[in-house]
């Protein structure tokens, strides 16, 4: 390249240079450029954005009427499906669940509208063995309702919302005073009144048809009135049967102590067919029957409490069925009743009933006229019932209106059962004293004849008792008539709901078991514990047993004996686990008895007595007017009679 066109590009270099320096845009003008790009850009943004947002607006507009549609199209689809499985009634096959209550001073009532049903009942003034609130069943763990065929459909009443006749969710009523022992006494109702409480639960089936459930409370009273009403289903309830069917199932909470002579021991059905007695399912075992006659009643029964369905006129036919479940902590058992109810078929019916929630009290029971109920309390075999019925409870009431402390209502009962035996009582310790004043006579007949010829010393034996004058019976027959007495106590103590969870002493319940050590091991017959009042009439037993034999001859049943002071034994493990009251009893029984064979002593004179013996066997045998004629009837025959 030569110097020209070098010169040239310079020039050319200088000239851009200069043209850019002065031609430069001042800093005000480079701001305002830089202004001008970022609202362009920021309106650039703002559009965009307000694009997409328009843009999701239209989609989800678009899926909610999609969403819509679907809903619509699944609703439809649900209330055909649910025409299609309930027919009439399915309205009131969705819902919601809600309570009501209903309570006296007694028992709180608790109903669902799912179902229409008793929920739960309450007896307000018991507790469990642990002190909770007392409640009979649960809904939970329990089945109410009705199923019946209507439409060629299977129809279980507890499936469905009943519409209830009252918006109110508790009801509390109100009466006057009730004194201690008039509690769910409805003759000291009907002078006294109270408030009553009713509420309906009625199933829709469309057109003013409708099944219904009516309950009804008094003030002061264990029964629960229940009314099935059925109107204008008489052309939907399928009408190839006599009876609509009603199931009652519960499973049956544990209220006492767990202990194999509890509730274990008594918890059963019991029922009564219409015109025959009071029976029931086995106790202390699961069972079943099926009860083809009428039935009055059907009674879900536990030791101390009862809750039992009773019919205004009878129930055609039933079904029942226990479970038991000794083991469970918290359950005793299932109890099932498929109950048949009469239905004719109708435009309008009615079927009235009633429920006894409450417990299982003699007098309580005993006042519903001709239902026999009380028969579920198990008084003892027909010949020591009677005993209980008419001695021990008229007794034992009178003093518990006087006394608060059940220990001294059970001495004072005790006392007065041991004066009334004391005749026999008497009796049957001179009848032994005389046996043991004719000693030195028997042991010489014993010495005479030995153990080879035994009827011959029998026969010495007897010839002897009659030359003095002496039955040898006359100890023990007036024992007899003491046995009811004693039997019936067994009975009593534990099914006696008056002395549950009364405390005395050492023992805080004196309708079960008293314990003063738990056992980390458990004894076959024995159980785990022991029971301090089982000891102490163990202890009494075999002292008062030693007394007796004092004045008995065993001699010549030397295997007697040994029966006598086994006998205390084996009570001490049978009554370990049985009601302290019922230890506590005998233990007194036994205090008294001693005490009783002490004054005998000194009221009876033993010397006086053999000698007065000596006396008869001198004396010629005089014959009875039976022997003599059966004497005179062998002379016309001619035998001579044995000399």
Known sequence: MDRNTILGVVLIFSILIGFSYFNRPSEEQVAAAKKTRDSIELVRIEQEKAELVAKQLEEAKSKAIISQVSSDSLSSQEDQARKEKFGVFSDASAGKEKFYTIENNLIKVTFSNKGGRIYSVELKNFKTFEAKPLIL???????????FFAQNRSIETESFYFTPSDSAESSVLSGPEVKIGKEGNEKFNSSNKGDSKSISMRLPAGDGKYLEYKYSLDYN????????????????????SNYLNFNWNIAIPRQEKQSQYGDDNYATIYYKYLDDDVDNISTGKSGEESLRTKTKWVSFKQLFFASTLIADDAFPTADIKTELTKEDPRYVGTFNADIALPYEGKDSESIKMKFFFGPSHYNTLKQYDNLSMESQINLGYAIVSPVNKWI??????FLRKYIDNFGIIILLLT?????????????????QAKMKALKPEIDEINEKFGKDKPMEKQQAVMALYKKAGVNPMGGCLPMLFQFPVLIAMFFFFPTSIELRQESFLWATDLSTYDSILNLPFKIPFYGDHVSLFCLLMTVT???STYMNS???NTDAMPGMKTMMYLMPVMFLF???GYASGLSYYYFLANVITIGQMYVFRFMIDEEKIRAQILINKKKPVVKSKFQQKLEDMAKQKGVQPRK
Request: net charge positive; proline share 3%.
């Open 137 to 147: 069943f649960e809904g939970t763990s329990s089945k109410f309702g009705m199923n």
């Open 221 to 240: 009273s264990y029964l629960v009135g229940f009314e099935v009403n059925v109107v204008g289903l008489n052309n939907i309830v399928t009408t190839n």
């Open 392 to 397: 021990v409870i008229p007794v034992f009431n």
């Open 415 to 431: 006392i007065f059962i041991k004066l009334l035996i004391f005749p026999f009582t008497f009796k049957s310790y001179h009848s």
């Open 541 to 543: 037993t075999i002292i």
């Open 550 to 552: 004092q004045t008995q």
């Open 574 to 576: 049978i009554l370990n």
